[in-house]
């Protein structure tokens, strides 16, 4: 659950520095912190996948597979739309705010408590 909040803090923080800076050299540091921070954050989102249900394991994990992949190629596209109506720096504040809303519901990965194994 803290790798999720505070990776898509960092996150944020860094796709927000570089969208708002004004030099090149700390636009690049910003990617390089964003980077950083939401490296951790999606194998945790693929792990919790995989253990909600013991059963729907490999479903689970296609559909948030399926939900980054919408992310990546429909992305780009609504950024670009956006920029009809905003600067473009602007219109990267719309990750950013999907960073916020991955760090306010960090609780799904919330752990239970650790259950025994049986073997059969």
Not at 11 to 34: E, F, N, Q, R
Request: glycine letters at 12%.
């Amino acid at each position: 659950m803290a790798v999720l909040r505070w990776g898509a803090v960092i996150g944020a923080a860094g796709i927000a520095t570089a969208a708002l800076s004004p030099w090149v050299w700390l636009a690049l540091a910003g990617w390089a912190i964003a980077g950083a921070g939401l490296s951790g954050t999606v194998p945790q989102l693929f792990s919790a996948a995989g253990h909600a249900e013991a059963g729907a394991a490999a479903a689970n994990v296609s559909r948030v597979a399926g939900l980054g992949y919408l992310g990546v190629l429909a992305g780009p596209a609504v950024i670009g739309w956006l920029t009809h109506l905003v600067p473009l720096n602007v219109a990267f504040l719309l990750p950013v705010v999907f960073c916020v809303v991955a760090a306010l519901s960090a609780n799904v990965l919330r752990a239970e408590p650790a259950r025994e194994r049986v073997s059969a």
